[in-house]
């Protein structure tokens, strides 16, 4: 590349935006999400012991009056951003599932084995630690809480270290979260419901069916799936399994396929080209958009165009994950985390059965199931490790699968009725994530030094 064409690529960028992989743009915002959602975290701990307490929790407690026809519905503010708002995360959860396991990391055996494998470890053995402190009465319910690894927080945290680690231990630590993420929506979709009312859930199974319909027929404009979408919710909500669940099934129905082939857009590409060019070189015409219809014309055939080649899971996972990223997360966690110290003493809080459960089951819980499973895979051969990923990695990897965050405070809101005992879960969540957190950082910083990291990652 010439240093004139060099420096025209950069311009442009400059103008455009730099373009990224699908990764690239994954990982930036995970990252800066993981940041929003550590302040959003420490501002609802200060909140939550302040004078404000009370008031925010007034707040949380409103009642939403909602109607449809002759159908109230009603919910307090709290519900509704967890049965509701959070609907949208488990669709974004959902199209990355399906993204992974069509195209991604999950998408052959031998890839997707070790982070499977290391990710059903990570949930059984916590849940069994967790068990042995917790056996009967209310408190039992909460196996289900370190279950979980929090994508935003865990990959954040491999992002720092990213000159010090092999850069295929972040795809690894990726896959093996959103597995964790399936085996999770699983739980919740299986023990974590209420009674079942069989009517609302055909009418479910009703609207499900429709919307494959509609996939394997070809639709690809989203308005009638947010529609349906909207309606398998509801369905759901009535249901007694958690609503949530909706948006999950509602990412499955979603098409993968684009309207156009990628040859087919490259066609598109040189016509709009030749026909753009033409229009800047017609002198009887304006040369901007806003004096020349046809140049704007043009370009909007260009944009319905670049919409076309990419599939409306693509679409609409790009288009929502900015807004589950930065808005409804970080809402999720003003509503959910605040804690008040004055009704729980830290010290004492510590050494309850479901604070103690939650911490032993996400540090040594998470720690050994992940280790375990993955070390048993690896000798087995049902797994192999990621290209220059060795044992201290999946070490280093197994401690910040303790990092369990947005679904493990989102189970706690299932698993239990009893405010004090969701006091003491989130107690636990908090402490057992900073911990592993901060073992997991320090493990994989001094596992491998910068000098040992591999050339890519110090070019």
Known sequence: MTGESKNNTLTLENMFGRILTPFQEFLRRTTAGGIILMGTTVLSLILANSGWGDLLHTIWEQPLRMSAGSRLLEMSLHQFVNDGL?????????????????VGELSSWADAALPVIAAAGGMIVPGLFYHL???????AQGWGIPMATDIAFSVGILVMLARRIPPNLIIFLTALAIADDLGAVLVIALFYTSEISLTALGGAAGVLAVLFVLNRGGIRHPLPYVILGIALWFAFLQSGIHSTIAGVLLAIAIPARPAFAPHEFEERLVQLHEAFRAETSDQNHGDEPLSNPRMATIAQSLEKASIAVQSPLQHLEHGLSPWVTFVIIPIFALSNVGIDFSEIEFTRGLTQPVTLGVILGLVFGKFVGIAGAGWIAVKTGLGRLPRDVGLRHLLGVAWLGGIGFTMSLFISQLAFTSRHLVEQAKLGILVASAVSGCIGLAWLY???????????QTS
């Open 133 to 139: 402190v917790n056996p009967q009465g209310a408190a």
């Open 446 to 456: 001094f596992s491998q030094s910068a000098e040992e990291a591999p050339p890519s």
């Open 86 to 102: 959070m609907s949208l995360f488990f669709l974004l959860v959902g199209l990355e599932l399906k993204r992974e396991i069509i």
